[in-house]
């Protein structure tokens, strides 16, 4: 037998006239995440994609896993297939399936008949297949609400496909379908999880660190680089951009007001991401903030910041609590690099008292009174560390 993965698209059935552009950026996407591992044919049909090891000693396992973590799935589930002739449906499920059988007490049949030309409708199908293996399962018993393992038949134009139930993939819409962004990657809970979200939503995107060297460590860099590994199995090959910001970031400590700091070293980052963005064709920048999450996340903060520079700001988690966003980070897997105890240069310096409720015209003016930031941005801008991170990489932490 042979087996294969069929992977469901979600809500790309929706898009018109544009759904070819949204099921080649999805197949291309897949062929890229399994290119390591083997050759593998990918076909759309039906609203499914057709996912076929071309070599026998592939590594079926990890190609499930991998396409999974594809956005643009939302169930997955590994099949064999056989041809349309209902004895060859019952030798084949009792061959692909009965081992498992041989470990429940209850199951059922589902049968999708997408050739409507096929002579046994749906419901017969189901009747039919599920005697043949109780005749040779009798201590089974069928249970249509609650089975124990539920056994799928697709009756396709070409073929028939046999598999278990559907597992659910990672939804959303194809990586680089919605365009080009930069986030911000600060190594907290926040930053990550809002990269994975806006990925889930179709950008392709880079991440762009801010470090303040010597008060931030070697270490803090490399686990902003573990993360970025990380989230590269969701989103892909990416570049992570360094930005050396000990300069700015003492000129505004030494010169701003202390209540502003926090809200100038945002404006300040912000400036900074969106002309590392204009070199690199990003369209918008992603953040991590969620509303009065902290001083600086205040809508009179957040109006200020995003008032430094031209480029949209997204930000997926705005409506989000902490438990929400925690439980996401914990789900895709960054939680725990994300609470090791390694400082970013968002903290330091953080002011006793800043304010919650800035104004524009005092920011600015603010600004008006360091002259020389401006340069030390737009040097830390040009100088930075650009660091390739392919996917699946291994984290180096």
Do not use: W
């Not at 986030?183 to 994975?196: C, E, F, H, Q, T």
């Not at 204009?278 to 953040?287: F, N, P, R, V």
């Not at 031209?310 to 994300?338: C, H, N, Q, W, Y």
């Amino acid at each position: 037998m042979k087996e294969i993965i069929l992977a469901y698209q979600g809500e790309m059935t929706l898009k018109g006239l544009n759904r070819g552009r949204f099921e080649a950026g999805l197949a291309k996407n897949i062929r890229r995440r399994l290119e390591d591992l083997g050759p593998f044919t990918v076909r759309s049909a039906q609203s499914t994609l057709f996912i076929e090891p071309q070599a026998e000693d592939l590594d079926m396992d990890e190609a499930f896993r991998r396409v999974s973590r594809v956005f643009g799935l939302v169930k997955i589930s590994r099949a064999v297939c056989c041809d349309k002739d209902f004895s060859a449906i019952c030798e084949t499920a009792e061959a692909y399936l009965g081992p498992r059988l041989r470990g429940v007490r209850t199951f059922k049949v589902e049968a999708k008949r997408a050739d409507k030309k096929y002579p046994m409708k749906s419901p017969e199908i189901c009747r039919e297949l599920g005697a043949c293996l109780l005749t040779r399962h009798p201590y089974l018993r069928v249970d249509v609400h609650a089975p124990q393992l539920e056994i799928m038949v697709e009756i396709r134009d070409h073929a028939a496909y046999v598999h278990g139930p559907k597992e659910a993939a990672a939804g959303g819409l194809p990586v680089g379908t919605s365009g080009r962004a930069l986030n911000l990657l600060s190594g907290g809970i926040d930053s990550p999880v809002a990269a994975y979200c806006m990925a889930r939503r179709g950008l392709a995107l880079h991440h762009i660190h801010f470090a303040s060297p010597p008060y931030t460590s070697l270490r803090a860099k490399l686990k902003v680089q573990a993360l970025a590994c990380e989230l590269s199995e969701f989103i892909g090959d990416c570049m992570l951009f360094v930005v050396p910001y000990t300069k700015p970031q003492e000129y505004i400590r030494d010169h701003a007001p202390a209540p502003l700091f926090t809200v100038l070293m945002r404006r300040s980052m912000l400036r900074i991401a969106g002309r590392v963005a204009a070199k690199t064709g990003m369209e918008a920048l992603i953040t991590g903030e969620s509303l009065a999450q902290v001083a600086s996340q205040t809508m009179a903060a957040l109006a200020c910041t995003d008032a430094a520079q031209d480029l949209p700001v997204l930000r997926p988690l705005i409506g989000m609590d902490k438990s929400e966003i925690v439980a996401i980070a914990r789900r895709i897997g960054t939680f725990e690099t994300s609470i090791e105890p390694y400082e970013d240069c968002c903290t330091i310096f953080t002011p006793p008292h800043p304010k919650t409720r800035p104004a524009l015209a005092e920011i600015e003016a603010a600004e008006a009174a360091m002259p020389e930031l401006a340069a030390l941005e737009k040097t830390a801008a040009e100088t930075v560390e650009k660091i390739f991170v392919p996917i699946g990489q291994e984290p180096d932490f």
